[in-house]
């Protein structure tokens, strides 16, 4: 996706690269010896950029109720929420002429609510995928639905979207998928699925959780084939972690039609008998909203757009091929999804998640062991995507229906996983060396400590406990 609808070159040549906070801070290992935190965990969250706590701190003080309260500080709470639309417009390329942004906690909420808010006729169904996150995937096991099915090396598969399309002609009413997977790092055909959907008459949404910190957005003119007419994201991946996101819908699909919530602000007038509701983003956002962290997520939108999301996606490239020159290094290392050598031959845009095993190694040790002896911050499992982890582990459907009847026995069950490393715009490549020295110390057996099983579940080096209640209490 491309945008023209940012900051002018010149501008943003002179901006400072966005700065992230805590990215000299020390944590502790298995030995007590303290070193620099790595975080290589973007695609769950990320902390805030400076500028965004600097927003969060001047606006506090004025922080008041937004919509129903008359005094000055009301006003300009509710003057700064409702600029927020317009920022998350402009992030995306939306025209407040055809679009409403709706403010929710999260990309998980923001599609439960278009789920909420397709309502199919008898015979209609939505197409999603198994790439999905299960955010994307939970909502539509609820309605009639099916799933695209994906390419041998894990991509969406636009062929098998185009039967189906074909299939059930004029009853898809939504096509919704990620633009970008929090797996594998893929960013998918998401132009070209709008356009198979918009040619069978289908909604596209799409799921821009991933794809909206690392490049830019854009939704597309409203008779472009290839426009985009849903986006969700959340703020919490874009340097604003205050439980907001976003959702933003075309203004017909809010128009009408019963909220998701009912409460305060969602109706205009509510009799004995009767409601008259509302229309628009106020319908669907009953009691009083998250004011300081949308003020944060524009804060953070607004930051990346004065940079320049080109910018963010060079810095980000740079250092995604040196990741991948630098993990084929790693022995016994394998990466999920797209071979290496499409990779390093650059001939296709990707973000930098990297989803592997290592052999010999389980994914929670190798966490484990980042974590104990590097002070590496990775993610481990099957990063609420089981169907597409599954596929890309080669998990077969017998072997899953035998978890699926271990679990429901309540019998203990190793569910398969795979690590992932993902970077983010305060990622170095000094962070990926860290890495990559750590997994060649582990493939080669150099590990330090002795990791045990927490009664939780993790794993832990014998001996050592932190004392994140103390720690805790110290910084509050
Ligand atoms: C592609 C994708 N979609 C949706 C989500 C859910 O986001 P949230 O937990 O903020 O609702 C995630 C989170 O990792 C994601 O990676």
Partial sequence: MTTTTQSSTSRRSAYPRPRVLGIKTEVPLFDGKRVRYVNLDSAASTPPLLRVQQAV??????????????????????HLYEH??????????????????????????????????????????????????????????????????????????????????KAHQGKVRLVTASAASNVSGIITGIRQMARLAHTHGALIAADVAQL???????????????????????????????????????ATLFASGQPMLVGG?????????????????????????NVIGVVAMAAALEELMRYGMDKVAAHERGLTRYAIKRLQTVPGLSLYGPSWDTMLSGSEDRLGVFSFKLAGHSY????????????????????????????????????????????????????????RASLGLANTREDIDRLVAGLTAIAQGNIRAQYIQTPGGDLEPAGTTHDFAAHGESLL
């Avoid at 096991?141 to 969406?156: A, N, S």
């Avoid at 084939?225 to 604003?240: N, P, Q, T, V, W």
């Avoid at 035998?402 to 795979?418: A, E, H, T, W």
């Fill in 57 to 78: 701190d001047h606006f506090a003080p004025w922080y008041s109720s937004v919509h129903r309260g008359a005094g000055y500080k009301s006003r300009l709470s509710t």
């Fill in 364 to 419: 929670s040790e190798i966490a484990a062991i980042l974590a104990n002896e590097w002070g590496i911050g990775v993610r481990s499992g099957c990063f609420c995507a089981h169907q597409y982890v599954a596929f890309l582990m080669g998990v077969s459907d017998a072997v899953s229906e035998k978890i699926y009847d271990q679990l429901i026995s309540g019998l203990p069950v190793d569910l398969p996983g795979m690590v």
């Fill in 265 to 289: 602000g969602s109706a205009c007038l509510v009799t004995r008998s009767d409601i008259i509701w509302t229309s628009g983003a106020d319908l669907e956002e009953a009691g009083s909203p």
């Fill in 84 to 165: 927020a639309r317009d920022v998350v417009m402009r992030f995306t390329g939306a025209s407040p002429a055809t679009h409403e942004v709706v403010f929710v906690r999260n990309t998980t909420e923001a599609l439960n609510l278009l789920a909420h808010r397709i309502i199919l006729e008898p015979g209609e169904l939505v197409l999603t995928t198994r790439m999905e996150h299960h955010s994307n995937l939970l909502p539509w096991y609820r309605t009639p639905h099916e799933f695209v099915e994906l390419t041998p090396d894990g991509r969406i598969d636009l062929q098998d979207l185009e039967r189906r399309l």
């Fill in 212 to 250: 909206a910190p690392h490049r830019a957005l854009s939704m597309g003119a409203v008779d472009d084939l290839e426009r985009i007419d849903i986006m969700a994201f959340s703020g919490h991946k874009l340097y604003a972690p205050y439980g907001a996101g976003a959702l933003v819908v075309p």
